[in-house]
């Protein structure tokens, strides 16, 4: 037996069997992040089909944890005006765009957007 070859294993009928096409994606999409890349433009669509056009500009999701939704806002009059007036709407909005995921609050705070 030459010293470059691996010594040949007895296959067993595990080893010929295919695999599942399911289990070799999701295995690809967890290896690479697509699946909370894909996550965070689900909300981040959803967000913007909740705020408006006119507010979807001067906002953009951060996060999303434990059902806490963080957004940051570029303008300190439309986060209060977001906090206090809209967020209920944008809650029940959020809920009924998102029915797979949980959102039980909106958190806003002042920051620049990229």
């Known amino acids: 037996m030459s010293k470059d070859r691996p010594p ?8 010929r069997d295919p695999e599942l096409l ?6 690809l999409f967890t290896a690479r ?4 890349r894909q996550g965070q433009l ?15 500009g001067h ?3 951060a996060a999303l944890r434990r059902g806490v939704l963080e957004v940051v806002v570029d303008n300190a009059v439309l986060l209060q005006e977001l906090a206090h007036f809209h967020k209920r709407r944008l809650l029940e909005q959020l809920r009924r765009l998102l029915p797979g995921t949980t959102v ?7 920051g620049v957007l990229n």
């Open 33 to 36: 992040g697509w699946g909370r």
């Open 8 to 15: 040949n294993r007895q296959r067993g009928p595990s080893d």
């Open 59 to 61: 906002t953009r999701v």
């Open 104 to 110: 039980t609050d909106l958190r806003f705070r002042a």
């Open 22 to 27: 399911g289990e070799i994606l999701s295995r």
């Open 42 to 56: 689900r909300l981040e669509n959803a967000w913007a089909e909740a705020v408006g056009s006119a507010h979807a």
